[in-house]
């Protein structure tokens, strides 16, 4: 590889303007494929959830044909939300004024439309978006046009079950919400390296090898994957030894993270979403394996925790100098964060298209 001395980051401005979050909007949320929800929402017949990618509300429902399907949950008449939340139906019926869709998205009825000489129902069905499903976990895509889920996760499904991971054994936890006063991309590039581990997470340090020799950055086209392996001499109250040997955090452009902690069969994955150029919003899914145990589980979880906690300070602290205008642009070690570099290099593409 040739040596590149210094690598500029992107605009500090770009952190802190709402003319770029909205061409992110456009041409980066609006054209990819993000994470929804969970398979097991969306199990039976007539069964939904409602869900957004990129600030677009989107609805995906399980037809009667057993078909899973997505729509934009804005309805046909006057643009209000149609769903909220999730459950099951045998229709879809929004609550302003009642018009009514089947669950494949066509316009079943609107009150007093029958007075209406002109009134075309079947020209005012709810827009339908893309949906796919890896595992138990669904995904969603606003365009039409879009390559399909399996081709732009790549090689991704197979590492992940190379980790000893069987997706269809896992099941369903919990979700965990969490808010950042940071731009949405602060909260990515936190996750996209673990240079900043050996300083500002002690405890994830003590059992995970995060030292350059040791921890694996390694971008693809559409992900990039971080494989950490266990200390031979791991200390604390995580016990980390069990089928799952390396601790694995991958990224799917433009804002998943799944994250898989070293020890017994564990994934937890979720979007990083703009709620506004400085606020951001995450969820993750978390799932287990079928006879993880309770305990273990627990300390697990805690040590998961306790590097989010440690996160969000560094991610808010970061927020606060990349706004202020002191600075025009950062630098990157080509080395150690280059998985920052990648994925500042598909927001340019992205936003220059
Ligand atoms: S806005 Fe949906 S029925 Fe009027
Ligand atoms: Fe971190």
């Given at each position: 590889?040739?040596?590149?001395?210094?690598?500029?980051?992107?605009?500090?401005?770009?952190?802190?303007?709402?003319?770029?979050?909205?061409?992110?909007?456009?041409?980066?949320?609006?054209?990819?494929?993000?994470?929804?929800?969970?398979?097991?929402?969306?199990?039976?017949?007539?069964?939904?959830?409602?869900?957004?990618?990129?600030?677009?509300?989107?609805?995906?429902?399980?037809?009667?044909?057993?078909?899973?399907?997505?729509?934009?949950?804005?309805?046909?008449?006057?643009?209000?939300?149609?769903?909220?939340?999730?459950?099951?139906r045998e229709t879809l019926q929004c609550p302003y004024h009642a018009w009514t869709y089947e669950l494949d998205g066509s316009l079943r009825a609107a009150p007093r439309a029958d007075r209406e000489a002109a009134f075309d129902r079947s020209e005012l069905g709810l827009r339908p978006v893309q949906v796919d499903a890896w595992g138990p976990f669904v995904f969603v895509n606003p365009d039409p046009a879009a390559a399909p889920l399996a081709a732009t996760l790549g090689e991704l499904p197979r590492l992940v079950a190379a980790a000893g991971l069987d997706l269809g054994a896992l099941r369903f936890l919990k979700r965990v919400h969490s808010t950042?006063?940071?731009?949405?991309?602060?909260?990515?590039?936190?996750f996209l390296e673990c240079y900043h581990c050996q300083v500002a997470h002690p405890g994830f340090s003590k059992v995970v090898d995060v030292s350059a020799d040791a921890y694996v950055l390694e971008p693809s086209r559409w992900f990039s994957t971080q494989l950490g392996p266990v200390r031979e001499r791991w200390s604390g109250d995580f016990d980390p030894r069990g089928p799952v040997a390396r601790g694995q955090f991958h990224f799917f452009w433009p804002n998943a993270t799944i994250n898989v902690m070293p020890g017994h069969p564990n994934l937890s994955i979720g979007p990083v979403v703009p709620t506004g150029v400085e606020t951001t919003a995450r969820f993750l899914d978390y799932y287990v394996g079928?006879?993880?145990?309770?305990?273990?589980?627990?300390?697990?979880?805690?040590?998961?925790?306790?590097?989010?906690?440690?996160?969000?300070?560094?991610?808010?602290?970061?927020?606060?100098?990349?706004?202020?205008?002191?600075?025009?642009?950062?630098?990157?070690?080509?080395?150690?964060?280059?998985?920052?570099?990648?994925?500042?290099?598909?927001?340019?593409?992205a936003l220059a298209d």
């Open positions: 590889m040739a040596t590149v001395a210094n690598v500029r980051t992107i605009p500090f401005d770009w952190y802190a303007d709402p003319a770029v979050l909205r061409q992110e909007r456009d041409r980066i949320f609006r054209r990819t494929w993000q994470y929804a929800g969970r398979a097991d929402q969306v199990a039976a017949p007539g069964s939904f959830f409602a869900c957004e990618a990129g600030g677009i509300p989107i609805v995906v429902v399980r037809g009667r044909d057993e078909e899973l399907r997505a729509f934009l949950n804005v309805c046909r008449h006057r643009g209000s939300l149609v769903c909220e939340g999730e459950g099951r950042y006063e940071a731009n949405w991309k602060v909260c990515c590039e936190n079928p006879d993880v145990d309770a305990a273990w589980l627990e300390e697990m979880l805690a040590f998961d925790d306790q590097v989010g906690a440690e996160d969000v300070v560094l991610i808010e602290r970061a927020q606060k100098g990349l706004r202020s205008g002191g600075l025009e642009h950062g630098h990157l070690l080509p080395e150690s964060e280059r998985l920052i570099a990648h994925f500042q290099g598909l927001l340019v593409e």
